[in-house]
């Protein structure tokens, strides 16, 4: 790993382990993109900018300046200046002059990383983490702005971090109409792109597209990253897959709105922007005053989108997630919300955790309902007292009593929010963010807290803070159940209204800043109506997101893969939930539920007072699973086997350890087929010259269950528990997977290095 510029060759070598990233400077002063890929180590690379090639130099040839901004492959386009490319700023002075055009001016290579003021940013990792950042800083001397073009790289990853800051030299105000984070200008004949879409209970689905000439966008102008589309966009070459192939991606570490676009120009060049989306947006840069844009990471892989995947998740792992937890085992819960909704009271949760405590759950989690008058949706988020009628003798006394049943406890809030019926909005109307004369929209029946006004995050701060001083709580659900729309502040001046969504981001980043510093050892796990504001933002705050509110195993395969396409399993907050699905109305066995629910961290969101018998009993071998699973799962490395989106009939993941040891194979059979033949998967990741023995979980289930002749014949595994492989033959050969008898069944496969 390491940054150099060569003088002669004028050229900026930006090296990982495997890919190499080259800027050059072209006619003394443009900055632009040469090269991303594979290691090249040849600082000779600068002809690939094409400055040779008409339309010329700038600087000699002033009359066809023109064309050259047109097609030269700008490192950070910029607006009104002759580049009718998409552009990552635009700025009007406060005259209302709309143009910028940036020279080189210097650059700094530094040990290290540089934290992002208010924003979350990776760091260097312990040992092997180290980072080295390149600054190249550039100017529009007409206008008197300073742009710092950052670039970090870490020793043990192949991920290269992108991030600007701008510095207002100028005697008058600058106003930031647009500043996206990063810009890769690339040949791209032929590529196509991967995004994530979705919805509600459908998050992070993937979808692949050719790209087109003209521009094609992903974005969020919904005040956060969205259930519909996700702050991610790969341009891979159309034969890339799992394990080959060429694939650049870029993931935004911010939680507001944003812009992921291709653009394919005329010359059939690709230009892949990313960042705050400008539509909204607006930042008045006082004289002096320095504004930082969002980081955005950028993958490079040549094969495929596996190994983009490793990247990913060791760099969120070691780089991005700061909790104590990140390498610790997270307590098994019990939420209530789909098992009581709001109606709940004391009693009942301690007749969950009661249960709960004799098979092995670890945590109680006590969801929505527990403060105001809030027997439903309609009211009271803001007023974040106990309700006493439910928690009868308050919430110490409740939580008294589940930790002397021995479970920890969990509390939900959702402090970003505010009810039109409630004490808070009754003596702060003015707190809500609506536009003036008009009636806020409502969504959920609430509105959204103005997080602008310093007064507005204090009260929210104070308002989790007490709680959590007032009883032994050790984990926190923060949740936020609507988007963001009439977009006024009654706090801010008109000329700054168009900072409200990034002020809007910034006050949560400092809330739960906030909350980790007073509160080091709590578990927070973020949610937003489910898996709406699952981003790199707030994994910097929270080791875990919550992934999306269908529990339904068979919905889950697709958005769990999607999510696993970026994030490490350890992020990814699932529960075995009750049956038939709230969201779906499907059935599916308990078994399938706890193995899916297997891959992010564990939990169960259902009545375990009422579940049947058999389901209960079921519970502690699965807890036994999952403490035996869970290291490998929260360390290892993921391998996406096959994808039920793309085959229709199986899914199929597998984690292995660091050092090879051990693997863990999930293969869920999503529609059983009459009369076919054994299904052969062909394992990833293993040392080829090491044997490793099959242990079968739930065999004895499956045993007990054909005695029982509840199926015939069951998961007539041909190769027996105990059986003997070589890594070579189980990754070259493949596994035979005998049909399982039902619909949406699952085994799990351990693999045991020997
Ligand atoms: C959101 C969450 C759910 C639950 C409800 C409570 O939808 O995603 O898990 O907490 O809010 O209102």
Redo the contacts with the bound molecule.
Sequence with gaps: MGILFSQEHKVFQITTQNTEYCIGIADDRYIGHIYYGKRLDDLRCGYLMRTKEPPFVPSANRRDKGPFMDVFPFEYPTWGVGDYRESCLKVRTDKGACGCELHYVDHRITEGKPKLPGLPATFEGPGAGKGQTLEIFCRDSVIGLKVVLRYSVFADSDALIRSVSLENESQSPLHIEKVLSACLDMDGEGMERLTLNGSWCRERRMERSPIAHGKQAVSSLRGESSHQEHPFLAVMEPGANQDQGQVYAMNFVYSGNFLAQTEKSQFDSLRVVMGIHPEGFEWVLDPGESFTAPEVVCVYSDQGLGRMSLIFHDLYRNHLIRSPYLHQKRPVLINN?EATYFDFDSDKLLAIAREAKKSGIEMLVM??GWFGRRNN?NCSLGDWTVNEEKLKGGLKALVDQVRAEGLLFGI?FEPEMISPDSDLYRSHPDWAIKLPGREATLSRNQYVLDLSRPEVVDYAYESVAAILRSADISYV?W?M?RQLSDMGSSYLDGARQGELFHRYVLGVYQLQERLLEEFPKLLLEN?S??GARFDPGMLYYSPQI?CS?DMDPIERLAIQEGTALIYPLSTMGAHVCDCPNHTTGRTTPFTTRAHVAMAGTFGYELDITKISQSDRDKIPGQISQYHKYQPLVREGDYYRIASWRENHQYDCWQVVSKDKGEALVTYVQVLSQPNYRSRKICLKGLDPDRDYRLEIEDTQEFKERAKAKEFDGICRLTQPDGQVYSGRLLMQGGFLIQRLHEDFSSVLLHFIGQ
């Design positions: 919300w969801d929505d949706d939900w659900k949740d159940n949610c109506g489910g919550w509110d």
